[in-house]
């Protein structure tokens, strides 16, 4: 673009007709101070014309207008009037200092005019740039700051349309936002792409016109395109279209343009390597998940298995002659084993319908020892001669619960006192109630869990390690399906350490609203 087509005719022709008219009005003024009013010397009424020009329209136009008031005023006032020749050596200094001073007004007014543009300008480009920042920083993702930052640029940097596509080229780009629902997408006619950085300097604009006939443009707007980068890489362009008779954006527009894109650019980046962190975490988790599920049920299935073939081949095999007490207790070891497999179906089929979603509730008002004390009957044998305290207190409130899913929790706690506390470890079951929720606490008097693995308890085939003198581990079932069924009932368990000095697991039940009254018909 050359010199003569960066001109602007109407800011100049603006400038020509305010500096002409501040000068008419001077020389209005002069003439009625000088020859109505008898003032010897009213030159100094130019400096406020020069001054004036130079808070409206900058130090140039000021300085055209001093140099004009110089020869006005030496045409019109000095004699010989109507004529440049000056016959009196003390006309010469006047017009000397008019000239100088009036420069001098000029450039100091008009360089404190610029001043104080600028700063309102870099203000602007600062506010700009802060609502970026801060559209960034609220939004949860990228995408869903992006239509708030198009339409503040397409407010900030002055331009009739912004929107930002996504792609590896430009000419294969899709839009993802836009200002407004009228925006194009990149097409290939011509456009200005902002150039990198160059050592000193602004940014530049480079036009860029592809090959082939020229796209027919339907409008008079100039389209301008900023990359957006990862690291050397395009991954889409921030685009902008705005009348081409307002000539390319400025400096302070331009800043703002490639300071925007910088920072979509890194936030789109960011939501990617934030979306590759979750797939690989939940890949690591479900990779994790199977592992310890194939551990676990390879090695809980597999030894139960193994002592029910040995033992039914042993009541098969002819050669072996058993006495009537030693087939009733192979039998019961079978029995034993067998029904250890089913807890383990029955662990694994309730932790797979609690994690597909799939576990219905049937919920019923019930009191809270219609839900403990037969879980504890049931649980009677496993407990063995166990010291067993129950206190409850004779106010508590019924409970709104499922009361076969109730019924397996119980039984789950219960049966994770009995397998991981000694014969004679004592055990206590309370409740306290308050305004929402009864809490029946199960603790017990064993070794306890230790605190880096308390939180890990309620994880799913998370095992503590167990003590020597207990028989084997669970297979770290059991208490994620206690959570898993009690969340859906709308309860939820937390552990800690019992006043026993075992493990304290609270299972809190909603309360049962209190029933309401029906009025007798009128």
Same mark, same amino acid.
């Given at each position: !673009?050359?010199?003569?087509?960066?001109?602007?005719?109407?800011?100049?022709?603006?400038?020509?007709?305010?500096?002409?008219?501040?000068?008419?009005?001077? /020389?209005?003024?002069?003439?009625?101070?000088?020859?109505? *009013?008898?003032?010897?010397?009213?030159?100094?009424?130019?400096?406020?014309?020069?001054?004036?020009?130079?808070?409206?329209?900058?130090?140039?136009?000021?300085?055209?207008?001093?140099?004009?008031?110089?020869?006005?005023?030496?045409?019109?006032?000095?004699?010989?009037?109507?004529?440049?020749?000056?016959?009196?050596?003390?006309?010469?200094?006047?017009?000397?200092?008019?000239?100088?001073?009036?420069?001098?007004?000029?450039?100091?007014?008009?360089?404190?005019?610029? +001043?104080?543009?600028?700063?309102?300008?870099?203000?602007? @480009?600062?506010?700009?740039?802060?609502?970026?920042?801060?559209?960034?920083?609220? *939004?949860? =993702?990228?995408?869903?700051?992006?239509?708030?930052?198009?339409?503040?640029?397409?407010?900030?940097?002055?331009?009739?349309?912004?929107?930002?596509?996504?792609?590896?080229?430009?000419?294969?780009? +899709?839009?993802?936002?836009?200002?407004?629902? @009228?925006?194009?997408?990149?097409?290939?006619?011509?456009?200005?792409?902002?150039?990198?950085?160059?050592?000193?300097?602004?940014?530049?604009?480079?036009?860029?016109?592809?090959?082939?006939?020229? *796209?027919?443009?339907?409008?008079?707007?100039?389209?301008?395109?900023?990359?957006?980068?990862?690291?050397?890489?395009?991954?889409?362009?921030?685009?902008?279209?705005?009348?081409?008779?307002?000539?390319?954006?400025?400096?302070?527009?331009? =800043?703002?343009?490639?300071?925007?894109?910088?920072?979509?650019?890194?936030?789109?980046?960011?939501?990617?390597?934030?979306?590759?962190?979750?797939?690989?975490?939940?890949?690591?988790?479900?990779?994790?998940?199977?592992?310890?599920?194939?551990?676990?049920?390879?090695?809980?299935?597999?030894?139960?298995?193994?002592?029910?073939?040995?033992?039914?081949?042993?009541?098969?095999?002819?050669?072996? %002659?058993?006495?009537?007490? %030693?087939?009733?207790?192979?039998?019961?070891?079978?029995?034993?084993?067998?029904?250890?497999?089913?807890?383990?179906?029955?662990?694994?089929?309730? !932790?797979?319908?609690?994690?597909?979603?799939?576990?219905?509730?049937?919920?019923?008002?019930?009191?809270?020892?219609?839900?403990?004390?037969?879980?504890? +009957?049931?649980? =009677?044998?496993?407990?063995? +001669?166990?010291? /067993?305290?129950?206190?409850?207190?004779?106010?508590?409130?019924?409970?709104?619960?499922?009361?076969?899913?109730?019924?397996?929790?119980?039984?789950?706690?219960?049966?994770?006192?009995?397998?991981?506390?000694?014969?004679?470890?004592?055990?206590?079951?309370?409740?306290?109630?308050?305004?929402?929720?009864?809490?029946?606490?199960?603790?017990?008097?064993?070794?306890?869990?230790?605190?880096?693995? !308390?939180?890990?308890?309620?994880?799913?085939?998370?095992?503590?390690?167990? =003590?020597? @003198?207990?028989?084997?581990?669970?297979?770290?079932?059991?208490?994620?399906?206690?959570?898993?069924? *009690?969340?859906?009932?709308?309860?939820?368990?937390?552990?800690?350490?019992?006043?026993?000095?075992?493990?304290?697991?609270?299972?809190?039940?909603?309360?049962?609203?209190?029933?309401?009254?029906?009025?007798?018909?009128?």
């Amino acid at each position: !673009m050359s010199w003569r087509q960066r001109i602007d005719w109407r800011t100049l022709g603006t400038t020509f007709a305010v500096a002409v008219a501040a000068l008419g009005a001077s /020389i209005l003024g002069v003439y009625l101070l000088e020859k109505r *009013a008898g003032v010897r010397d009213a030159s100094t009424v130019f400096l406020l014309a020069v001054a004036l020009v130079a808070y409206l329209r900058g130090s140039w136009a000021a300085v055209g207008t001093a140099l004009g008031a110089f020869l006005a005023y030496n045409y019109l006032f000095l004699p010989p009037e109507f004529t440049f020749l000056v016959s009196d050596p003390q006309h010469i200094l006047t017009l000397g200092l008019l000239l100088a001073v009036g420069i001098a007004i000029g450039r100091l007014t008009g360089l404190q005019r610029d +001043q104080a543009r600028r700063s309102e300008r870099r203000e602007h @480009e600062a506010r700009a740039l802060f609502n970026v920042s801060r559209a960034i920083a609220l *939004a949860k =993702r990228m995408k869903d700051a992006l239509p708030v930052l198009v339409a503040s640029l397409a407010e900030d940097a002055g331009m009739t349309r912004v929107w930002i596509g996504l792609g590896s080229t430009w000419a294969q780009e +899709q839009v993802v936002a836009a200002s407004d629902s @009228e925006a194009d997408t990149p097409s290939s006619g011509p456009h200005s792409i902002l150039g990198k950085r160059p050592a000193e300097g602004q940014p530049a604009w480079v036009r860029l016109s592809p090959p082939g006939p020229p *796209a027919p443009r339907r409008d008079s707007l100039a389209l301008y395109r900023v990359e957006l980068v990862d690291g050397s890489e395009p991954i889409g362009s921030l685009w902008a279209a705005r009348d081409a008779r307002l000539g390319p954006p400025s400096g302070e527009e331009t =800043r703002l343009l490639a300071a925007a894109a910088d920072q979509i650019g890194q936030g789109i980046v960011r939501d990617r390597l934030s979306e590759q962190a979750t797939e690989l975490e939940v890949s690591r988790r479900s990779e994790e998940l199977k592992a310890a599920l194939l551990d676990s049920v390879s090695h809980d299935l597999r030894t139960p298995l193994a002592t029910i073939r040995a033992s039914a081949g042993t009541l098969a095999d002819p050669n072996v %002659e058993l006495t009537p007490s %030693e087939a009733r207790a192979t039998a019961q070891e079978i029995d034993a084993e067998a029904d250890r497999l089913a807890n383990l179906v029955s662990g694994l089929l309730d !932790m797979s319908r609690i994690t597909g979603g799939a576990l219905e509730t049937r919920p019923e008002t019930m009191p809270v020892d219609a839900v403990v004390l037969p879980a504890l +009957q049931r649980a =009677r044998m496993a407990l063995g +001669q166990r010291p /067993i305290k129950v206190e409850f207190p004779d106010d508590l409130p019924p409970v709104v619960v499922d009361p076969v899913l109730a019924s397996q929790v119980l039984d789950n706690l219960l049966e994770n006192v009995a397998r991981h506390t000694l014969p004679d470890a004592p055990m206590r079951i309370s409740a306290a109630a308050d305004s929402q929720a009864v809490t029946v606490r199960v603790e017990d008097g064993g070794a306890g869990v230790p605190p880096d693995a !308390m939180p890990h308890i309620f994880e799913k085939f998370y095992r503590v390690p167990a =003590r020597r @003198e207990l028989a084997r581990q669970g297979t770290g079932l059991g208490l994620s399906v206690v959570k898993g069924m *009690a969340e859906a009932m709308g309860g939820s368990v937390a552990a800690s350490r019992s006043e026993l000095g075992g493990l304290a697991i609270d299972l809190r039940l909603p309360v049962a609203p209190p029933p309401v009254d029906e009025e007798p018909p009128a």
